[in-house]
């Protein structure tokens, strides 16, 4: 399935990258998100008829607000049937500086979701791993060493009952 993933450019959801140029939301390019969430694959000559554009016009658009980190076009796939067998989201509670942490496990390739959060976690990083040994070799070696991680709690996912990335804009 191919879908588009919208990554909010002012909450600073980019990881460790240098924060982009704000691109200005107009209705127009809302519409245009919106019509690439529910599918990710659509023509520009579609989304130019839809909105009222040029297929040029919906093409720079459509670069603009990959360039600001606005969305991104990717394709989604069941990670089952992609041959990783283990997923689970970890909280971390940290001592000190949370980003440094949160960069930290930004730049692994297993870790496909950071976020720092108030609660009872400091911060959350869901991970996809190819097996129990990959995950534990993961936690053990790579995440709770990282410097100011001062304990863990890792949620195995056991079944995935819904993934969307259709929330629309405001």
């Known amino acids: 399935m191919t879908t588009i993933r919208g990554v909010a450019n002012a909450a600073g959801s980019g990881g460790g990258r240098a924060r982009r140029p704000a691109v200005n939301l107009d209705d127009v390019s809302k519409t245009i998100i919106e019509l690439l969430q529910h599918d990710g694959r659509k023509s520009y000559a579609s989304i130019a008829q839809q909105v009222g554009l040029s297929e040029a016009a919906v093409r720079q658009r459509v670069q603009r607000l990959l360039d600001a980190d606005v969305m991104q076009i990717v394709a989604v796939t069941d990670p089952l049937q992609v041959g990783f067998q283990r997923q689970a989201m970890v909280g971390l509670r940290v001592s000190g500086d949370m980003t440094s942490v ?26 996809v791993c190819e097996n129990d040994t990959h995950l534990l070799e993961l936690l053990t070696t790579r995440i ?27």
Do not use: C
């Open 102 to 127: 949160a960069d930290a496990l930004t730049e692994m390739d297993e870790v496909s979701y950071v976020v720092t959060t108030a609660g009872s976690f400091d911060v959350l990083a869901e991970v």
């Open 144 to 170: 709770r060493p990282i410097p100011g991680v001062t304990a863990t709690e890792t949620f195995v996912y056991l079944k995935l009952n819904k993934q969307l990335y259709n929330w629309g804009t405001r």
